[in-house]
């Protein structure tokens, strides 16, 4: 199976602190992408990080790829409230358009 | 609306009958792709197509589950004889012919088998 994995499966901080979320997948992509899903909605898309990239920045995201270690991580700095919900990477196969999904890390950050 | 159109929101169904899910993608999309979510889990990958054709399916049901999407109109998940291990929230996203730039999703269809 192509689909990653999302560690922690959940994470509670406080307002203001970081969120570190990891992502490991098992086979060659052409690039990894971070989705986020409120509850209850369609998941959008926040980052893209090309294979041949390391580390990527976005507004507060932060986004590292080492594929010899088949592994992402993201960081969100400065928590906000507004910021709880799960978040995915996916992975596409080279030379495929579909992404696989993890399995998330659910966010909550305490007011 | 620019986005990614799904209806309906919620379905409800008895085992035994036929769920219709439907997705339009956004303006300019020709790439749709149909994902399936349980609670509390990620999404598995189900079908992607393009205009007339199915590029992959290795992700659907051998059987009750087909999905199309014509030249005209939305692209259709459609599940024969529910049973309720079927219940599950249903996204559809779509892309253009490139996905690098990422997959703009709908809000899915919750569907419930009674």
């Known amino acids: 199976s192509q689909q990653g994995e999302e560690d922690p499966q959940a994470l509670s901080i406080q307002e203001g602190e970081n969120a570190t979320m990891n992502c490991s997948y098992k086979?060659?992509?052409?690039?990894l992408q971070w989705y986020r899903q409120n509850s209850g909605r369609g998941l959008v898309h926040l980052i893209l990080i090309r294979s041949n990239e390391r580390e990527k920045h976005s507004g507060r995201l932060r986004v590292t790829l080492d594929t010899s270690k088949k592994s992402s991580s993201l960081l969100i700095t400065a928590s906000r409230a507004a910021d709880t919900a799960s978040y995915f990477c996916a992975t596409d196969g080279t030379g495929a358009n579909n992404l696989f999904f993890g399995t998330g890390t659910r966010l909550t950050v305490i007011p | 609306n620019a986005g990614v159109m799904q209806n309906p929101r919620h379905l409800v169904r008895r085992r035994g009958q036929e769920a219709r899910l439907r997705c339009s993608p956004m303006?300019?999309?020709?790439?749709v792709y149909w994902y399936r979510q349980l609670p509390e889990e990620g999404l598995k990958f189900m079908v992607y197509l393009q205009k007339e054709n199915i590029i992959d399916e290795s992700g659907m049901p051998k059987e009750r589950f087909s999905a199309e999407f014509p030249k005209e109109g939305p692209s259709i998940l459609r599940i024969q004889q529910v049973v309720r291990g079927d219940s599950a929230a249903y996204f559809c996203?779509?892309?253009?012919?490139?996905?690098?730039?990422?997959?703009?999703f709908g809000s899915g269809t919750r569907l419930t088998v009674v």
């Open positions: 086979t060659s992509i052409n690039n």
């Open positions: 303006k300019g999309h020709s790439h």
């Open positions: 996203a779509s892309s253009p012919p490139s996905a690098y730039y990422g997959y703009t």
